[in-house]
């Protein structure tokens, strides 16, 4: 009996946990439908709620924004906007801070979490895969003697949580390992082994 019931643990735990994280980002993304008129709602338009609906008008409100600001007049509105956040005295630093972060996450450009890396974490001894996030700067900068790195730590099973740290780059090794595999392995807490 323990063998059949833990044959369908494995079967059903991985369904069950994809099912609620793809519904709670369904319902999310659904919230979109509260800046719809009433009358065009599904609700009012079908005599009921359709999951869904709200994650398809978020996705492509998302693809049309891309696509207008991709152009010469997109980008000019694009500049406009963000001169006017940053005029404005308490949303300048909050909007500043995110757009910074998000561009640095979602630039293709960029270099956050690119690089899956082998540091020597929480001692010397023992050894932990992060994801190369920069280098330290600022005044940061000035107080580290050496060449430093910043690194992401996650932690297991949550990867979206974790520690920030600052590096020498010599105690730092680059991993020839995709970001998936270095996740997979991560949050699978050592079992699922890269190949």
Known sequence: MRKYFLTG???????AITAWVLSLIISTLDQSLLF???????HTMFGRDVPGVGAVLTLAI????????????????????????????VVSSLYGSVKQVSDTLFSSSGNAF???????YPHADSYTIAFL?????????NHLVGD???????????????FFLMMERSKVV?????????????????VVAPE
Do not use: C
């Open 133 to 141: 996030t920069g280098v330290p700067g600022g005044d940061v900068k």
């Open 9 to 15: 643990l494995l079967v059903l735990v991985p369904l």
């Open 62 to 89: 998302v693809f049309v924004t891309g696509l207008l600001t991709n152009n010469l007049v997109g980008r000019w509105v694009v500049k406009v906007g963000d001169r006017v956040m940053k005029r404005i005295p």
């Open 36 to 42: 719809v008129p009433e009358a065009w709602q599904p």
């Open 114 to 120: 690119r690089t899956p890396v082998l540091i020597p």
């Open 148 to 162: 430093y790195v910043s690194v992401y730590v996650p932690t297991t099973p949550n990867p979206t949580s974790g």
């Open 174 to 190: 680059e991993l020839n390992m995709s970001v998936d595999a270095a996740l997979k392995h991560i949050v699978s807490m050592g």
